[in-house]
């Protein structure tokens, strides 16, 4: 999430980039996401379409949080299936801000779940229940914007894995962002890691409405056939 109340420290991770920052709505404010994801493998490209992220701010310094979506994907060796994508709710609490100093600290526990057991059949979503416990951090320096997410990611299916990421961004004008990202997942032992790299633009459009989107490439995984190019464009409304 991207956007905080008025006098927060803001931090620029958040759609359309995967790394998190502290930012909240504000109270009573709503911030929704909705855009067009896609993941392209060699043999195959899923698409979130829409990718749907709901936020809702309850108070100064908690935002909740839920999102889902309707994937589409296709194997090179056979038709185009499509169902409910997997869902995650989640609440952030902010409760660090050094507006000062321009730091800012939050936890935002997340809960990833299948809504159809079928989607996971026809491989739309990944077996069993995840939950994600990530620490975010936000330094502001001027223009620029520095965010970092870490945390532990536990499955009831496989093995845990932390979770990492950060987001450098800078201000090309007051309506004008552009952000760059490494975001990865690892092993508790620190082995067999994935890591992505990311490039992303907010625009605003109108007081109410920003364009987003990203393009980035898995360039580090365990397995070869996992390098996938991934692409999120859409727009975020304030309310």
Not at 118 to 136: F, H, I, Y
Request: aromatic residues 8%; contains cysteine.
């Amino acid at each position: 999430m991207a956007l905080c109340s008025v006098g927060e420290v803001c931090g620029q991770g958040g759609p359309p980039m995967i790394t998190d920052d502290p930012g909240t709505p504000g109270p009573g404010r709503w911030e929704i996401n909705i855009a067009v994801a896609f993941e392209h493998r060699p043999r195959e490209t899923s698409w979130d379409l829409p990718a749907v992220d709901l936020n809702y701010g309850l108070g100064e310094r908690i935002q909740l949080t839920l999102q889902t979506a309707s994937v589409f994907l296709k194997r090179s060796d056979r038709g185009a299936i499509g169902g409910i994508g997997a869902a995650e709710a989640a609440l952030k609490w902010r409760f660090l801000d050094e507006e000062q100093n321009g730091i800012s600290v939050s936890i935002f526990p997340r809960l990833i779940f299948n809504l159809l057991q079928s989607s996971v059949r026809r491989g739309l979503a990944e077996d069993g229940t995840r939950a994600q416990l990530p620490v975010q951090a936000t330094k502001a320096f001027g223009v620029f914007d520095l965010d970092i997410e870490w945390g532990p990611l536990v499955s009831t299916i496989g093995r845990s894995e932390w979770l990492y990421g950060i987001v450098g961004s800078v201000e090309l004008s007051k309506t004008t962002k552009l952000m760059a990202e490494l975001h990865g997942t690892s092993r508790m032992s620190f082995d067999d890691d994935v890591l992505a790299v990311n490039f992303g633009i907010r625009q605003n459009l109108t007081q109410r409405c920003i364009g987003i989107g990203s393009l980035g490439h898995v360039i580090r995984t365990p397995d070869d056939d996992a390098l996938a190019f991934i692409g999120y464009i859409g727009v975020q409304l304030l309310y």
